[in-house]
């Protein structure tokens, strides 16, 4: 091998290189550009899934907002289970309003679509200042109450206290919770026709 030329030499190294080249480098370049081709598919899929998840932020946020929209209207109009609350709640600012509550007769609820009117019929006797308070109290408590049917008449028998007695009709409304719905109606049995 001492004795060869050299570019025997020359073409022994381009040879070896190009057999290197064939059988390892070039394996390994198609191996390096499949990688390549999968690390932009991940990528791509990366930046997909940051933008659902930007647009995931913004509808949480929004349901954050809907949440708490909804805990205000429930303190407006209340669930079923806070009836009683309320009930007391009349009773006891007629007391402080220093009126007598001659009748408080909760009546039937209303259906509506998602909520129910309940109206209270009730009978006061007192004054007209002591009524007129009565009436602030209840527009600035949290629940909704509309006034109907109010008539007030003068007492026969007046004292200080007592010179006026008042009747109306409060309603108020209860938020109907999802698959809660008016009560069916009976079905009528069919008559037999001769």
Do not use: C
Not at 15 to 39: D, V
Not at 67 to 95: G, H, N, S, W, Y
Request: cysteine-free; proline content about 5%.
């Amino acid at each position: 091998m001492r004795n060869m030329p050299w570019y025997t030499y020359v073409v022994l190294a381009v040879i070896i290189l190009g057999l290197a080249f064939f059988l390892y480098f070039k394996p390994q370049q198609a191996e390096l550009n499949r990688i390549k081709a999968e690390r932009q598919t991940v990528e791509k899929e990366v930046q997909e899934l940051l933008e659902k998840k930007k647009q995931l932020d913004v509808i949480e946020a929004e349901l954050a907002t809907l949440t708490q929209t909804l805990k205000e209207l429930e303190v407006i109009i209340p669930l079923r289970k806070e009836v009683d609350v309320i009930l007391r709640r009349v009773q006891q600012m007629a007391f402080d309003s220093r009126l007598e509550l001659v009748r408080f007769i909760p009546r039937g609820e209303i259906n509506r679509e998602f909520y129910s009117e309940w109206p209270i019929a009730m009978d006061i006797r007192g004054n007209y200042h002591n009524l007129a308070s009565f009436f602030d109290r209840l527009s600035k408590f949290a629940r909704i109450f509309n006034i109907e049917n109010f008539t007030v008449k003068a007492l026969n028998n007046q004292t200080d206290d007592l010179t006026i007695s008042s009747a109306f009709t409060a309603k108020t409304y209860i938020f109907l919770e999802e698959g809660e719905t008016a009560p069916a109606a009976k079905p009528q049995p069919k008559r037999r026709t001769p």
